[in-house]
């Protein structure tokens, strides 16, 4: 029999089904995985004892034929959702010991439906990186090397240990944030799967809030199966986030395998961005011949507001991050350092807490918030915003759905991109959807030269997810799946 | 635009965080690269553009102005680094 830890979620949920092994066995069985697995520092905190109670509690509904969707499947959580109880800091220091005591919307949604809490995931503090190399907690290793290297790799950020612990099988699948790119970057390194649904499909109650009007919940799954029904849990509508739109989930695994004959794919001819590496330019024709192989048509579209969505994205994400964070201040909870009256005390616990880059983008928004700037540059920013939507919106008259590369480039070495502006443009092709609130995934696509995965990214209608499963599974079942397995 | 050192102090300032004297030109030095980048923006003509205020069309959600949650002073304090009772505890403000 093969390690429960190689199975997928359908995989599991089938065996546990016909009892084959509990979910207190498949629980134990990534509970040792992770042990042998800490030199990754995916995981910030374990919850074992949490993780068996759980497993426990699933064996008995199975065996009295009850169960969610989810039942027995053990599952990583970012360190951004609120899990009661349990060691919840955006990966920063300025939360130091603090224990929410309520339970996000996304996680209540997946324990409702029986899922097992193996621990919190290691990110960029506060969501702010693309390489998990900001958090408070270390570095995340990437579980792949390059072909006859040992040297360690990034896994991409902010959702690094999300991604770093479904590609090493050391969680089945994991909860993972999206506010520039950082579900699919991170899974595009990792060879993983990583979607981000509409804005306003997960509810953001109980997530720490980086950027308010970007930030969406979605999964990191082993594949494209795995992913959809990962969404269907998490996914709901929810009155205590007044952003969470009001229209029902839909069973996104009913769309996997359906015919994309007919699907019109528009190929953005400004995503041909300057210095693209051949093999990524490569990745991305073999994908567009892969979807017309299956009888979808190709179409070249034009987005021309493109190149500003990136210049646009660095100032309403810190702008919304400035005032988000001036929360932290040492009164209510996590880190206070004295000082010699109260504004004191709060400089003092800010400049303690926060790291280096969350600072800087703090003031950047700070000074593009202050007095006489907000029109330059926050307003202009919406307003190009607007401009990148309506691109989208001329699209959707011609395409059901966009396909782009995922990253401009693959996985990096720590320390190798120390200029921010540098490390920003990894987010070149997932920005623009976070700024126009459409769903994006990422799907692994192929391998690079040096034996790393690549991925594709499929772009979506709002609300179209399941056009967006329905075509990567297209693209999955004909590039094959990808093991870290091999490297370590 | 460019900013210099006294409105990295002024900004820090406004954002309450200490920033120590070394470290203001490297972060004034930070700050300008990040807003040169920022700078394209300006050669996008949004004479006649609105801002974009949310991603889908959709009426603010209302409810029923009522109390349906509170009543645990206890819980909302447990996380404070300090605390008397049900207080946040702060340094002296008011003489």
Known sequence: MTSLTALTISAAREGLKKKQFSALELTDAYLAAME????LNAYVVETPEKAREMARASDARLAAGQGGALEGIPLGIKDLFATEGVHTQACSHILDGFKPQYESTVSANLWRDGAVMLGKLNMDEFAMGSSNETSYYGNVINPWKRKGSNAALVPGGSSGGSAAAVAA??????TATDTGGSIRQPAAFTGTVGMKPTYGRCSRWGIVAFASSLDQAGPIARDVRDAAIMLKSMASVDPKDTTSVDLPVPDYE???????KGLRVGIPKEYRVDGMPAEIDALWQKGAEWLKAEGAEIVEISLPHTKYALPAYYIVAPAEASSN??????VRYGLRVPGDDIVDMYENSRAAGF????????????????????DAYYVRAQKVRTLIKQDFDKAWSEVDLVLTPATPSPAFAPGEITDPVQMYLNDIFTVTVNMAGLPGIAVPAGLSADGLP???????????????????AAIEQAAGRFSAWPCW | MSVDQQTVKRVARLARLKVKDEDVPRLAGELNAILGFIEQLNEVDIA???????????????????????????KIVANAPAKDDDFFMVPKVVE
Not at chain 1, 36 to 39: E, F, I, N, S, T
Not at chain 1, 254 to 260: C, E, K, L, Q, S
């Open chain 1, 36 to 39: 042998k697995a800490r030199l």
């Open chain 1, 169 to 174: 099988h050391i969680c089945a699948a994991a």
């Open chain 1, 254 to 260: 009913a769309a996997i395998g359906r015919p994309i």
């Open chain 1, 325 to 330: 964070l001036a929360r932290y201040d040492g």
């Open chain 1, 355 to 374: 790291g280096r880059e969350v600072q800087r983008r703090i003031l950047i928004g700070t000074y593009v918030l202050s007095a006489g700037y907000y």
């Open chain 1, 454 to 472: 690549l991925g594709l990214q499929l772009i979506g209608k709002p609300f179209g997810e399941e056009t967006l499963f329905q075509a990567a």
């Open chain 2, 48 to 74: 006649t553009v609105e801002p974009m205020t949310s991603v889908v069309t959709m009426k603010m959600k209302m409810r029923q102005d009522e109390v349906t949650d509170g009543h645990y002073p206890q």
